[in-house]
């Protein structure tokens, strides 16, 4: 079971706080621990080490604000390394990107890769037909409020449209 295989990990403060982190206009949480269900499934079709691809899948997106598209692996690997994770881990979470980024070494980077695809296809779905009875607008009004960095983006936003007013009105 996932839980059990990064029990740990789910009580780590950085993988705690994706709960209120916004992912895809999902909360980043779901969509870290879909890709780690995806990753315990696939791990024994590839003949990939379960462990290191749960786990690499709970971590994989940490983070992920602070890149890029093809940088935020990186950024992810990092933060697995520093919280002690071995380099197995680290490696799958650099190219989970892929084709957007490095390429996969690893059969464990492959199962990631594959694994976060499926994750992000079922965010979207979750998205989509939660749009049907309100959900996913109440999820992101939360996430809006309790993501510091939508929230900063948010003020920035406001800056800037505010700023552009005053140049019009002293034009
Ligand atoms: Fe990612
Ligand atoms: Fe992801």
Redesign the pocket.
């Known amino acids: 079971m996932v839980r059990t295989i990064a029990a740990d990990l789910l009580e780590h403060p950085k993988v705690v706080e994706t709960r209120n982190h916004i992912h895809h206009s999902v909360v980043k949480h779901d969509h870290l621990m879909r890709s780690a269900r995806y990753s315990y499934h696939i791990a024994p079709l590839l003949g990939a080490d379960r462990r290191t691809c749960v786990r690499a899948a709970v971590l994989?997106?940490l983070d992920?604000r602070l890149g890029t598209l093809t940088t935020?692996?990186a950024i992810a690997a990092n933060i697995a390394s520093e919280i002690g994770e071995p380099q197995e881990v680290a490696s799958a979470i650099i190219s989970?990107?892929y084709p957007f980024g490095p390429r996969p070494t690893t059969r464990e980077g492959w199962v990631l890769v594959i694994a976060?695809k499926m994750a992000s296809l079922t965010d979207l779905t979750h998205f989509v037909r939660g749009l049907f009875n309100g959900r996913s607008l109440k999820v992101r009004r939360r996430l809006r409020e309790s993501d510091p960095f939508f929230a900063e983006r948010e003020k920035r936003k406001v800056c800037a449209a505010s700023f552009l007013r005053c140049q019009r009105i002293d034009a």
Do not use: L
């Open positions: 994989h997106d992920s935020h692996g989970h990107m976060d």
